[in-house]
């Protein structure tokens, strides 16, 4: 790497390690409470930190937007350099670099005095964010839901990690896992992972056929970074852990593997269920601000129009009616300076 990429990704581990610090504040100020309360002790806490992993939508180098890597745009340092003093800032959306999202996929922490006697011990069995759940449920004393609302509850798949706390050694009882997104799989069983990449995040081209997919093999129990590939070797026990992925995956709903990427964030293309379906018209009335994308009707590259009806004291009254996302960047804006300044009785947004 050369200074100028040092320099850049050096940056965007100070920035996320400047969120890490402001979330153990944050999460201290809770930790405090109960402590105070006289219940920290017998407080299990999970702490993760993450979404689906640490993400790789970065790329090679990074980000300062996510939306670029969202719209097929890889990012460089000659791209990127306008944006070092800046990053994390509110004008970037950004992400660290692939290098960096590999170091910082990490097991999550638990805390829990007045049953966990352990102090600052690792343990190493198998166990997934589905285990939370189970973990909690058997902490309290109570029995996995049947029913919730009257609707019976599937099982859960998950499976308890408390008998790890008092036996380091003790033998795993989560076996198996599959893991599928956007058509990569995996499967870990029994020590052993079998997994193949078929897309890459940051690259928006056309996939190649499920089937010409090349998987790798490895022995986790022994090769815990996955350093050796074994599936040339083994050819055998490769092909037994892609059997018992197709088993995991027909169980768990995951045939057949779709392996559209951005076509999946709008529930019309995708075909999955949407609250706001077949709505093309929506009004909000005063007050109603800070309304999640998910929550409001997808105008989007649709033809629409914007009806409001407003109560203005002053002709000269002028400024922003209704804004959806956007950033406004300008040395002489002031937050507030352009905010209308009569009462806004309600806004409707339809669909032509």
């Known amino acids: 790497m050369s200074a100028n990429q040092k320099r850049l990704f050096e940056r965007q581990m100070e920035t996320f390690a400047g969120f890490a610090e402001h979330t153990d504040q944050e999460v201290g100020r809770l930790v405090a409470q109960l402590e105070a309360l006289g219940e920290l002790d017998n407080t299990l806490f999970v702490y993760i930190v993450g979404d689906n992993g640490a993400s790789a939508e970065g790329g090679p180098e990074g980000a300062y937007n996510e939306m670029m890597a969202l719209n097929g745009i890889i990012g460089s340092y000659d791209q990127m350099a306008g944006h070092i003093d800046d990053w994390g800032g509110p004008t970037t959306f950004p992400h660290y670099a692939i290098g960096w999202a590999w170091a910082t996929n990490a097991p999550f922490h638990m805390h829990w005095p007045a049953r966990i006697k352990a102090k600052g011990e690792l343990r190493s069995q198998f166990h997934h964010v589905i285990d939370v759940a ?16 009257g609707v019976e509850q599937r099982p859960m798949d998950g499976v308890s990690m408390l008998y790890t706390v008092d036996d380091a050694g003790a033998a795993d009882r989560r076996r198996t896992q599959y ?61 037994e852990l892609q059997a018992v992925f197709m088993k995991e995956a027909e169980r768990n709903h995951v045939l057949p593997i779709d392996d559209r990427r951005s076509e999946r964030f709008d529930p019309r293309i995708a075909g999955r269920p949407d609250l706001l379906a077949g709505r093309t018209t929506m009004t909000v009335f005063d007050g109603m601000t800070g309304i999640m994308e998910n929550a409001f009707i997808n105008v989007k590259g649709v033809r629409h129009s914007v009806a409001a009806e407003v109560v203005v004291p002053d002709a000269r009254t002028e400024g922003v009616i209704i804004a959806r996302a956007g950033y406004l960047v300008s040395d002489d804006y002031k937050p507030g300076a352009t905010d209308f300044k009569g009462e806004i009785v309600k806004v409707t947004v339809s669909q032509l």
């Open 134 to 149: 189970p973990t909690a449920l058997e902490a309290a004393g109570l029995p996995e839901p049947r029913l919730v609302n």
């Open 179 to 239: 893991f599928e997104m956007f058509g990569n799989r995996a499967i870990y069983h029994e020590g052993w992972v079998a997994a193949t990449r078929h897309s890459i995040p940051w690259l928006l081209v056309e996939n190649p056929p499920l089937a010409k997919d090349v998987w790798e093999l490895y022995h986790v129990d022994r090769d815990f970074s996955q350093a050796d590939d074994l599936a040339e070797r083994n050819a055998e026990k490769l092909k």
